[in-house]
C-alpha cells in the first residue's frame, strides 16, 4: 500500500523544490538493511563493541520507505533526509506510522473469525 501526501516545505533539488510525498510499507529488507546500516563497530574500555542507535536506524528505515518526493526517486539518501524540515520530517514520520498501524490492523483481522462458534 502506498501513501501520498504533501509536504509543508518540501525537498529542494536543483532549482526544484518538490512536495508531494509518496511513501510505502515498510519491508522486512527495510527493517534489516536500515537497522544494520545503523550499527557502529565502537572502540570501548571492554574491547571492541557493536553499538545500535535506534533513532538512527528509524531513519534508514524511514528513508527507504519513501518512494518520491516530487519527481525526486527514493529512497532518500541520508543526507537528503537531513535536508528537510522537522515540519515535513515530523510529516512523514505520521504517515509512515499511520501505514504500519493500517498494516497490522489488516494482519489482526485476517485472523479473525466473528461467526458464531461451531461444532466442527
Do not use: Y
Not at 81 to 99: F, G
Request: aromatic share 2%; hydrophobic share 40%; glycine share 10%.
Amino acid at each position: 500500500m502506498a501513501n501520498v501526501f504533501a509536504l509543508r516545505k518540501g525537498l529542494k533539488v536543483g532549482d526544484t523544490i518538490h512536495k508531494e510525498c509518496e511513501i510505502r510499507d515498510v519491508s522486512g529488507a527495510d527493517i534489516i538493511d536500515g537497522s544494520t546500516e545503523a550499527e557502529q563497530l565502537k572502540l570501548t574500555p571492554a574491547g571492541w563493541t557493536l553499538v545500535s542507535s535506534p533513532a538512527l536506524a528509524e531513519m534508514h528505515i524511514l528513508r527507504r520507505q519513501i518512494v518520491r518526493i516530487g519527481d525526486h526517486k527514493g529512497p532518500l539518501t541520508l543526507a537528503e533526509l537531513k535536508l528537510l524540515s522537522a515540519w515535513d520530517l515530523n510529516i512523514i514520520r505520521a504517515a509512515a506510522e499511520a501505514l504500519d498501524a493500517t498494516a497490522l490492523q489488516e494482519v489482526g483481522e485476517r485472523g479473525r473469525d466473528d461467526g458464531p462458534a461451531g461444532d466442527d
